[in-house]
């Protein structure tokens, strides 16, 4: 199997053991024992396949944020990145154009920094780190989405829970703009969906959670985004469409290019940030409007019941059962 069915090594060494002592058993006994061991290596099986609840973040405050820095926006939006990281608890975050927020972030979030490769771009994928470990069997795949001239950055990055039962793929990036927003062939991913299946090809894991800024109109769903990376989207679920870019163009309907992506879970919540928006990201200069983009908050629910409310007010890990 693969890492997305769950570890199930120990259950395999309990059989082992349990087919070992049968030969120790009477016929009756026997069978009631190995009826009501199958019953709980079921039980087990299926809580092992279950997947946590995860916080998630997508945001590009723009270039303008941080050079013009008319409002003291740097500022102001490092205050609210590390405020919504403590408060909303977040697994993974993909911060766009922002200056280095290394020394902004709270105590047990980590930056994956990509900048400034892709010529002036930059991205910085973040986690919680008292939760999760970039995989160390599986080398990260760091790439530009636009080659010639290098533009867009993107980061490939296979994680791992601390209690080594769950593995997923995380994908922050940066889309170029669609040659025709009304009919894009999606060659603009290209060379992020190339990047993608050479990382597949190296691991086991196969749930896939993309967070970006797409640059994809309402018109492109989020099922034909996952099914063009990934080869499949109809297990696919996301953020809810909302228009987030732009301040430049009054946040126009059906600008809806902030996203987050799965292939896997049951639902997914959306939440639109700086909505309505705060003064200090009204970027204004020499008459020229800053890019601005409204913040998504996504709530990524695998089971049945939301555990993310009883992580907030406990210790901040995920439970350790499998």
């Known amino acids: 199997g693969t890492r997305a069915s769950g570890p199930l090594d120990f259950q395999r060494l309990r059989m082992r053991h349990i087919l070992r002592s049968m030969s120790r058993l009477g016929f009756v006994d026997m069978r009631i024992h190995c009826i009501s061991a199958l019953a709980g290596l079921v039980v087990q099986a299926v809580a092992g396949a279950s997947f946590p609840d995860l916080s998630l973040l997508q945001w590009n405050p723009h270039w303008q944020c941080t050079v013009w820095d008319v409002n003291n926006c740097t500022a102001q939006a490092g205050n609210a990145l590390a405020n919504m990281l403590q408060v909303e608890d977040v697994d993974f975050a ?3 154009e922002y200056a280095d927020p290394s020394s902004i972030l709270p105590e047990n979030w980590t930056s994956i920094r990509r900048a400034p490769v892709c010529g002036k771009d930059s991205l910085d994928l973040i986690y ?36 080594a039962s769950w593995w997923v793929i995380v994908i922050a990036a940066h889309f170029p703009h669609p040659a025709n927003r009304l009919d894009t062939s999606m060659g603009e991913m290209r060379a992020l969906r190339d990047a993608l299946r050479i990382f597949l090809g190296s691991t086991s894991t196969r749930r896939v959670l993309l967070i970006a800024d797409t640059n994809e109109y309402s018109l492109i769903s989020n099922e034909k985004i996952m099914e063009y990376l990934y080869g499949q989207g109809d297990s696919t679920i996301g953020t809810a469409l909302r228009a987030t870019c732009c301040f430049d163009i009054g946040f126009q309907e059906g600008a809806t290019f902030d996203r987050i992506i799965a292939n896997f879970g049951r639902s997914m919540e959306t939440e639109v940030l700086f909505d309505p928006l705060p003064v200090w990201a009204m970027e204004v200069r020499g ?12 709530a990524l629910r695998s089971s049945a019941r939301s555990s993310l409310r009883a992580r907030r007010s406990g210790t901040g890990n995920h439970p350790t059962e499998r």
């Not at 069997?137 to 209690?163: T, W, Y």
């Not at 008459?287 to 996504?298: M, P, Q, S």
């Open 94 to 96: 993909n911060l766009i």
């Open 128 to 163: 919680n780190s008292a939760r999760w470990t970039p995989a160390q069997d599986v080398p990260p795949v760091n790439g530009c989405m636009e080659v010639s001239p290098p533009d867009r950055p993107f980061i490939i990055q296979e994680f791992v829970a601390e209690a």
């Open 287 to 298: 008459g020229e409007r800053g890019d601005f983009h409204k913040g998504i908050r996504a």
